[in-house]
């Protein structure tokens, strides 16, 4: 049984483990990096520390969204929290990054309870360059929850 | 016996005497170097640095080292009473004496395996040379009405120093609980305040005492002191902060007697046998007693006190540190928002802004404070070497001197760590094998000592490191040899290398190998785990060298995490750091001068600094930021049209490409971030706001001009902020490749903003600067030539009359020789008239004669006569002919620009007014030609 943080990018509902969150906030004063490329929005000073913010949507190929009312970042927990959690038994092995880094996302949703053979492979429907992210779906009653490969998101190619 | 103990005892005791001995190394190679000019002070810091670590050891029981701090305190107390003078051998003694300790604290519960035997032994010969017998004890008796025990064995010497310096001995004995803990000091704060106050001669915990274990936790554990100070008894209680029963005092009458008697230390301790140690014999009542007045007890004490210098530190966990940097940052952001949200209120609520000034103040010196604490002084690294290199060259046999520059530059703490290794390493190449013996170094007309210099500085937003050496340095041929031989390079590889590119072989993986190290005969040995060390940091390292002459190896760090000051510019609405390391200086080019001080250069904009030309980079351009101005008209923010900064001659024609398109074509434009679509192309805005735009204030130029290398270039900004004290954050992996910036950091207001990196915004914005500094040659020539022309002007020359009212001017450097000639020596042959010069005949030639002037005056008795240099044969000579002239009237340096003259003939340069005269400039040599009287010579 995993839990997943949902969250929108325009009408669509995404879904990402929990155990890879670190935290949830609205730091929205993103500062943009020059000649970075597309998918990076910019970077917030997370309480002293610089975290790496990435334009989710553009990332997944869809049009980059404007800062509103809903807005959040979601911040990853770095590979090396993530491997000291795994090792303490409290989690799955996962990687994102040695690096804070975080997604823009449209807004928050609820957390969603799924078993893992409830995921099932992403519909054929999707197009090529989205398909690259995804790990699965799930049905929800809210709709069809996307789950991102993180790995794949974050990674440079 | 240590488990008694607490841990954080043991360990606040370690770092305690680690830094004791951080602290004197410096004091004992002063000692060294000092001989017996010692100032008393820099011996009393060595002393109670020793004494401290042997009091806490024998407090914590760890005998080991206990006994060997307690003998390098008997041969230093020698020294500081003028018993003993300092000589290599003793610094010997006591250098080894202090690595052994070092040894000993690096692992404190084996203390007692590291062996010490042979520093015993050095420093015993010592003492023993001095007529002191290591260990002699000395029986003290207790007094009557204290609980104390009734005798104690002290060491004979140091219970003799105490008393020769006028002190009492006092039984002292403190509750662990009761007396130390519950007062809220720990053991060694109770250990440090008995030494401000006095002389520790023995502490101890005695477990003996404690019968059982419920005894020990009924009882409270007691620390036994054994005390000398110059206080009374009542004083010293209150000193050691003890109720005045549990200090009592040591008869010391009877010592006092034979010290007297016989003021020799041997002598003194010689009758008295050793005994039992007093903790075993408690039981007995102390025997009445009366104690010794001693003189100047409170200033004593005073000065005690005061004693030890430096300022006082506290360890910190550098987790802490961390979390406290990252709260005071929270802290800021709050604050601003606490502003934001009050700022409306302040005329409300009486007070309120003062308040709110004070809490913005705090925040600020609050965050700034805690950012400093990670920083620390690469002199923390740097002074270590002094040391190193002392004893490396009393092995070698070689004299070699360590200058420091730069220490206080700042690190964070952890780069400070880990530069340690590398530096060692190069340092110990250093003296091992780029410095000679003091006899080569002789015969290669050296001083025979060699110089090792650490130097370091911040530049061009990294720290330098640069250590030099004055040694034999590195032959780059046999470097390039081993390096062919091993087959790091090939031959062909190799003929395209510089010197320099070749030494720095010695830093490839595979190159440095024990023999390669009197081969190359300079450095080698390992420099490839130098640079990977280095490299490990995020730095590069580099070497330099010249045979005969020394090496200088650089190692350059980054800035990552490093506090550097940095210019804080805007562009549109964006603000980005520029170490100030890389910012050379300022221009402000106002609006009405930018079309003379910006030009263009093969299509790309420079600026004119003095007597350079600069290229200009306008930031916005480089980095894809929109340009952006303040509305004069609205102040609202708009889009600036102009391609270029020249353009404002032409507002109509820039537009359409008269101008080339700007470096970068702006991406900006793109609308990447999805800030809605790229904006539309106004209409061109009206030219007569345009050309107001142009000479108002708004439209001045900020430049910053920035260093890279040995190359200047302009930024153009748009606003110019503070100078800013900024921690540097490295780039995370996802903007890596962001080549302009070099970090990011947090401003004060909690934003983060990007630090340009000043050699990346070259490559960025593709400068060249060869194609300038080509034009620049070009200029500088057409400059000299223009010079040349103006000099050609710069005349001396020889003012001279002819007939009464007629002026002649000719140039000095056409003239040989100005004779004077009588009138009655002119010889007249025909039609010509000579003169008799130096046995010849020598033709003359009146002005008159050649030019329409009128005749020099015959009533004259005397006249000149002027003889014209000429070239013959590539040399000068003698012309074969003179002018006359009537006299001369001045030698003037004239810049004049010549005038056609009204007067025709051979020889005449033109006119010109001189000293209000009309003048006639005369070229001698043409008018000898127009005379018929050159032959065969050339002008």
Same mark, same amino acid.
């Given at each position: 049984m995993s839990q997943f943080a949902t969250f929108r990018l325009g009408d669509r509902l995404f879904g990402l483990d929990i155990m890879l969150i670190r935290e949830i906030n609205r730091?929205?004063?993103?500062?943009?990096?020059?000649h970075a490329r597309d998918h990076i929005r910019g970077l917030i000073n997370l309480r002293g520390q610089i975290v790496t913010i990435l334009d989710l949507a553009v990332r997944l190929g869809l049009p980059s969204r404007d800062v509103g009312e809903e807005s959040h970042n979601i911040i990853l927990k770095t590979t090396g929290e993530l491997a000291a959690l795994h090792a303490a038994g409290t989690s799955k092995a996962f990687a994102t990054s040695n690096d804070l880094v975080g997604f823009l996302v449209d807004a928050i949703g609820d957390v969603v309870e799924a078993?893992?053979?409830?995921?099932e492979p992403p519909s054929a429907n999707v197009s090529e360059a989205e398909s690259q992210f995804l790990a699965g779906v799930i049905k929800t009653d809210a709709g069809l929850l996307v789950l991102l490969d993180i790995k794949e998101v974050l990674s440079s190619g | 016996m240590s488990s008694i103990v607490d841990e954080s005892i043991i360990s606040d005791f370690v770092a305690e005497s680690r830094e004791h001995l951080n602290r004197i190394e410096p004091d004992l190679l002063a000692m060294e170097q000092g001989g017996q000019a010692l100032s008393q002070e820099t011996l009393n810091r060595v002393f109670r640095a020793i004494h401290s670590i042997k009091g806490g050891a024998g407090f914590l029981a760890f005998e080991s080292l206990k006994g060997l701090s307690h003998a390098m305190e008997s041969v230093l107390m020698l020294v500081r009473d003028g018993k003993l003078g300092v000589n290599p051998d003793l610094m010997d003694a006591l250098f080894a004496s202090m690595d052994r300790l070092r040894a000993m604290l690096d692992d404190i519960q084996a203390s007692d395996q590291v062996p010490i035997a042979q520093e015993m032994g050095r420093l015993a010969a010592i003492l023993e040379g001095q007529g002191v017998e290591p260990g002699a004890q000395v029986t003290v008796q207790g007094r009557a009405g204290g609980d104390g025990p009734r005798a104690f064995n002290l060491d004979a010497q140091e219970v003799a120093s105490a008393l020769s310096h006028g002190m009492n001995l006092f039984h002292a004995k403190a509750f662990l609980h009761r007396d130390i803990k519950d007062k809220g000091l720990t053991p060694l704060g109770f250990l440090t305040n008995a030494l401000s106050v006095g002389q520790v001669l023995d502490a101890y915990i005695d477990p003996m005492e404690i019968a059982g274990l419920e005894a020990c936790l009924e009882q409270d554990l007691a620390v036994t002191l054994l005390f000398g100070s110059v206080l009374e008894q009542d004083l010293a209680a209150l000193a050691l902060k003890l109720p005045p029963a549990q200090v009592s005092m040591l008869d010391t009458k009877a010592l006092r007697k034979q010290m007297k008697a016989a003021p020799s230390v041997r002598e003194t301790s010689a009758p008295l046998a050793p005994e039992v140690s007093a903790p075993e014999a408690p039981a007995a009542p102390p025997e009445p007693e009366e104690g010794t007045e001693a003189p100047g007890a409170a200033a004593e004490a005073g000065r005690a006190a005061k004693g030890d210098n430096g300022p006082e530190t506290l360890r910190v966990r550098v987790g802490l540190l961390t979390d406290l940097m990252n709260q005071a940052g929270e802290l800021v952001l709050s604050r601003n928002q606490l502003l934001r949200a009050l700022a409306e209120r302040g005329r409300d609520i009486p007070g309120l802004n003062s308040i709110l000034q004070n809490i913005n103040q705090v925040t600020s010196e609050l965050q700034?404070?805690?950012?400093?604490? =990670? /920083?620390?002084?690469?002199g923390t690294v740097f002074n270590r070497y002094p040391r190193i290199i002392r004893d490396m060259s009393r092995q070698l046999g070689k004299q070699i001197e360590v200058q420091i520059k730069g220490a206080e530059a700042e690190l964070d703490k952890s780069i400070v760590e880990l530069l340690v290794d590398p530096l060692t390493h190069i340092i110990r190449n250093c003296a091992d094998h780029a410095i000679e013996s003091p006899e080569e170094r002789k015969k290669a007309r050296k001083n025979p000592t060699g110089q090792i210099l650490l130097h370091a500085y911040h530049q061009g937003g990294q720290v330098i490191i640069a250590i030099k050496d004055d040694g034999r340095g590195i032959d780059p041929k046999k470097v390039l040899a081993k390096a062919i031989a091993k087959g790091l390079i090939k031959e062909s590889q190799a003929r395209d290398m510089s010197e320099r590119e070749i030494v720095n072989l010695v830093f490839a993986p595979g190159f440095s190998t024990a023999e390669a190290? #009197?081969?190359i005969s300079g450095r080698g040995v390992g420099m490839d785990v130098v640079r990977s060390n280095t490299e490990k940091l995020g730095g590069h390292v580099e070497l330099e060298s010249q045979v005969g002459q020394g090496t200088t190896v650089v190692l350059r760090l980054p800035l990552t995490l490093a506090i550097i000051p940095s210019m804080i510019v805007g562009v549109s609405s964006h603000r980005f750091a520029i170490p100030q390391v890389n910012v050379v200086e300022f221009v402000w080019v106002r609006a009405s001068e930018v079309a003379r001080r910006i030009e263009r250069v093969h299509g790309a904009e420079v600026l004119r600094l003095r007597d350079q030309l600069l290229p200009l980079i306008r930031l916005a351009d480089v980095l894809g930021i929109e340009r952006t101005y303040l509305d004069p008209v609205t102040g609202a923010r708009r889009e600036d049209r102009r391609r270029e900064l020249a353009d404002r001659r032409a507002p109509g024609a820039a537009e359409e490409g008269e101008a080339p398109p700007p470096p970068e074509a702006s991406p900006g434009k793109r609308g990447r971030k999805g800030k809605g679509a790229p904006p539309p192309a106004d209409p061109? %805005? %009206?030219?007569? =706001?345009?050309?107001? =735009?142009?000479?108002?204030? =708004? !439209?001045?130029?900020?430049?910053?001009?920035?260093r890279v290398g040995s190359n200047q270039f302009g930024v153009v900004v748009d606003e110019l902020y503070d100078i800013e004290e900024i921690v540097v954050k490295p780039? !995370?992996? $996802?903007?890596? /490749?962001?080549? !302009? $910036? #070099?970090?990011?950091?947090?401003?004060?207001?909690?934003r983060v903003i990007m630090i340009l990196d000043a050699g990346g915004l070259v490559t960025q914005a593709h400068l060249h600067f060869t194609d300038l500094q080509a034009e620049e040659k070009l200029r500088h020539e057409e400059e000299k030539r223009k010079a040349a022309v103006a000099a050609s002007r710069r005349r001396s020359v020889i003012v001279c009359t002819g007939a009464p009212g007629e002026y002649f001017a000719i140039p000095q450097d056409q003239i040989l020789r100005l004779e004077k000639i009588q009138i009655t020596d002119i010889q007249r042959v025909g039609d010509r008239e000579f003169v008799d010069y130096r046995g010849h005949g020598l033709p003359l030639v009146k002005l008159e004669r050649v030019i329409a002037v009128k005749p020099v005056s015959g009533g004259l008795q005397e006249v000149f006569m002027v003889i014209p240099k000429v070239i013959e044969g590539?040399?000068?000579?003698?012309?074969k002919a003179g002018i006359v002239i009537s006299d001369i009237m001045d030698a003037l340096d004239?810049?004049?620009e010549l005038e056609p003259a009204k007067v025709d003939g051979p020889g005449i340069l033109g006119s010109a007014i001189l000293q209000h005269n009309l003048t006639l400039f005369l070229d001698p040599i043409e008018m000898l030609r127009g005379a018929g009287l050159l032959q065969g010579a050339e002008a």
């Open positions: 730091i929205l004063d993103i500062t943009p990096v020059p078993d893992d053979s409830a995921i | 700034e404070g805690i950012m400093q604490t =990670r /920083m620390q002084p690469i190290v #009197s081969d061109p %805005p %009206p030219v007569a =706001r345009l050309q107001d =735009r142009r000479t108002d204030w =708004r !439209s001045d130029y900020n430049i910053v001009v920035l780039l !995370s992996e $996802f903007i890596q /490749m962001c080549k !302009s $910036f #070099s970090g990011a950091t947090i401003m004060g207001d909690g590539g040399s000068v000579a003698q012309a004239v810049e004049v």
